[in-house]
């Protein structure tokens, strides 16, 4: 071990995971080396390029439930008032005449009357929207038995446009995988820290500047500040279990935290016998993409809100919501669509996915627009990790001591999102910490 009083540890990957996990070990006084292979940091959630403005690789949604994500902007001096937009969760469906807003109350009356108030849905629907609430609470969100959202919502005898509206594009929104794959455990999960949990835990937060700004710039500024090292455009190749020791090339750490996506930390781990059935586990992981299709508007365009959702109930809907990024860091008249999961729109040209979209926003705002000045269309492959009923997911731990994982896949009882990265950095960095170190 390092014989200074400093924990030498390397982070692999600089996204969310990564960052958050050598913030609190910097925090903590550890000596830290961060390598990211791309020339930039934030992984799945970063600023990019386009038409000359800096805009994110995917429209990000965070939530008030989002409390690791808050600590951790707080800690690196990242001020969440005003990089997020902060409003009370208000699903707006124009087309279909539904909306969810969500009363200044306190919880569950906030939840209570916003349902009972919504219009646009039936009061079977919404009676039986409170009693699935009810019954997620009475057993604690805990289901016993996996299985799909779509068969928890037929159990429970949802219908109508509550089931779609509310439950299906939470669970889209939250789970980025269709309700009939979704694992129920996890959506109850989202739903026990989200809409059961307080007030300010519904709000929804909008990023309102550029995502690289709401935390990795920040969390790199304070990293160095710490005396640590943020090392871009370096891919690790290897880790190598050198007798006692951990190593990358030929530098020794203490501990070493494997931060990036599943796929290619499956990779790094395939190579040592003590991980390689954790890359097992991980090399038979199912994906989901997301896309984002910006779209240019003439700058009069403005959205009577901030996010609209975009379902009409018409089969062959393709968008999820619209954002008018306008009304937060953006160009007036520019918007975000937001394609969630596979669907249909994943084997269209942006000409064509441009043309639905289009309609589909005239059908929201009933009129007539303009074609937009641009678009470009942003589409992740392996955006998220298909959050499938009973998923096996491993432990930050590794059967290599001084190894440790995280990332959005590990944190267990999450999808991928970036509190799930966060936390599973959070919970990585302690362990690290605490862990006798490698070769012990
Ligand atoms: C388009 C899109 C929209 C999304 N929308 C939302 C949303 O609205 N709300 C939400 O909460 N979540 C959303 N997510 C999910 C969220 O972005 C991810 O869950 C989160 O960013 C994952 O962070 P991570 O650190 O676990 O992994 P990553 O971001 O994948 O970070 C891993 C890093 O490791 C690096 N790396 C890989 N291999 C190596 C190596 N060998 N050596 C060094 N570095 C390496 C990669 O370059 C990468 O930077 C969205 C994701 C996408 C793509």
Redesign the pocket.
């Known amino acids: 071990m390092n014989t200074d009083a400093a924990l030498k540890v390397a982070v692999?990957?600089?996204?969310?995971?990564?960052?958050?996990a050598a913030v609190e070990l910097a925090a903590a006084g550890a000596q830290v080396a961060l390598?990211?292979?791309?020339r930039q940091?934030?992984?799945?959630?970063?600023s990019v390029q386009v038409q000359g403005q800096t805009l994110?690789?995917?429209?990000?949604?965070?939530?008030g439930a989002?409390r690791q994500t808050q600590r951790l902007m707080a800690i690196v001096g990242a001020d969440a008032e005003r990089l997020l937009k902060r409003m009370t969760l208000d699903l707006n469906y124009p087309s279909e005449g539904f909306r969810l807003r969500l009363p200044r109350l306190p919880s569950p009356f906030n939840l209570a009357i916003g349902l009972l108030a919504a219009p646009g849905a039936s009061l079977s629907e919404k009676l039986g929207a409170v009693r699935l609430m009810r019954a997620l609470q009475r057993c604690d969100y805990r289901l016993g038995e996996d299985c799909s959202v779509a068969e928890l919502l037929d159990r429970h005898r949802q219908h109508g446009s509550l089931r779609r509206l509310l439950w299906e594009a939470l669970c889209l929104?939250?789970l980025?995988t269709a309700p009939q794959h979704a694992s129920a455990q996890i959506f109850a999960n989202v739903l026990r820290d989200s809409l059961g949990g307080s007030r300010a835990d519904t709000d929804l937060l909008l990023p309102a500047a550029d995502l690289d700004r709401v935390f990795a710039l920040p969390a790199a500024d304070y990293i160095r500040s710490r005396h640590g090292q943020i090392r871009l455009s370096?891919?690790?190749?290897h880790i190598a279990h050198d007798g006692g020791s951990l190593a990358i090339g030929d530098e020794r750490f203490d501990r070493v935290i494997l931060?990036?996506?599943p796929q290619?930390?499956a990779?790094?781990l395939a190579a040592h016998p003590a991980t390689a059935p954790t890359a097992a586990l991980l090399a038979g992981y199912c994906y989901e993409p997301?896309?984002?299709l910006y779209a240019q508007y003439p700058r009069e365009l403005r959205l009577p809100l901030p996010m609209l959702g975009l379902d009409d109930g018409a089969a062959g809907t393709l968008g999820q919501w619209v954002i008018d990024r306008g009304q937060l860091n953006g160009a007036p008249g520019l918007v975000a669509f937001?394609l969630s999961a596979s669907g249909g729109w994943d084997e269209m040209d942006s000409a064509q996915l441009l043309a639905a979209l289009h309609r589909e926003l005239e059908d929201a705002l009933a009129r007539k627009l303009p074609q937009p000045l641009w678009h470009q269309l942003?589409s992740?492959r392996?955006?998220?990790f298909s959050c499938r009923p009973a998923l096996p997911r491993p432990a930050a731990a590794t059967a290599r001591r001084g190894l440790w994982l995280?990332?959005?896949?590990?944190c267990a009882g999450y999808?991928?999102?970036?509190?799930?990265?966060v936390r599973?950095?959070v919970a990585a960095a302690s362990g690290a910490l605490r862990d006798q170190p490698a070769g012990q």
């Open positions: 692999v990957g600089g996204g969310w995971a990564g960052l958050a390598f990211e292979a791309a940091l934030g992984g799945r959630a970063r994110d690789n995917g429209q990000h949604l965070l939530l989002y929104a939250a980025n370096s891919r690790v190749e931060a990036t996506a290619h930390a990779k790094l997301i896309g984002t937001v942003i992740e392996r955006a998220t995280a990332g959005d896949y590990v999808p991928a999102t970036l509190e799930g990265a599973s950095g």
